[in-house]
């Protein structure tokens, strides 16, 4: 009787979950003005790389180019520049140092969350302080170390710093993972005889590829886009990282700035790849955790 006698309150129960249209128009608009706010610095980028650098000196940098001499700007980038040197330099401090990163990572979180040693808890502290300073305090200490082992401006070295540099970040994200895992199935195995490697690889390691895209992306992405260790812990092309190379090559007029931003593009591929092949892994990471929490 009462929804007959007031049918727009009828029609009101009847959807409570429609959204109101003002609102996501507002909320629309906002996301539409911040996907271009963010979107800006690339087109910019883009459109300065396919010009020449005498028609960036005459035009705007917003206006169109009047030709394609991106593969111009990139053969300069190539052939004078040699950037795709110091490009699989930095290819291999950011695979090797993931792989490191994770092997360690994962293995002190498993320690501390599943073995339980002694005081495993402060084991952890331990690894996690080193995210606590800023890393402006490790380069002295790091530069006069290098320099008495003899490891100074040397791909170990490199390798040795962002694999150390990056465990104390991931180990704590694979804590977190390991703390939400059951534990019954680890003590099955233990009754059937299997030893705390074989419980790590067999059970835990395949349960373990959603925080590894997260840690692998994050930390490749950070090690890839380093600038300040590169810059002081190298002083050779054959070690340099890509970023420290590029910021080099600009010199103190600032060089050819479309030439720059082809190679700003050039240097861009390797994370925009990872993000594309790691998605679907580290949208699931995230999902898990919010599940797991």
Known sequence: M????????SRRNSNPGKPNPAAMVLIYTA???LC???????????????????????????QLPKGFALFNNLKEVFSYYRLQLNF??????????????VILSSTAAFAVTKLKPKGSFFIFLIIYSGTIFP???YLIPLLRTYNVLHIYNTKFGMVLLYSAICTPFATFLYRGYFLNMDDQIMQAAMIDGCGPLGIFLKIYRPQLKAPTAVVA???GMWIWNDLLFGMILSSSEKVRPIMVAVAQSTGTGGGKIPVMMAGVIFTSIPTVLLFISLQKYFIKGFSMQSHLE
């Open 31 to 33: 996301l539409i003005f």
């Open 88 to 101: 699989f330099n930095s290819l291999i401090y950011s695979v090797a140092g993931v792989v490191f990163c």
């Open 135 to 137: 890393f402006q305090l």
């Open 36 to 62: 271009a706010v963010w979107l800006l610095p690339i087109a910019s980028t883009l459109l300065v790389a396919f010009k020449t650098p005498a028609e960036y000196l005459n035009t705007k940098f917003y």
């Open 217 to 219: 992306l994050f930390q």
């Open 2 to 9: 009462a929804n007959i006698a007031n049918p727009a309150k």
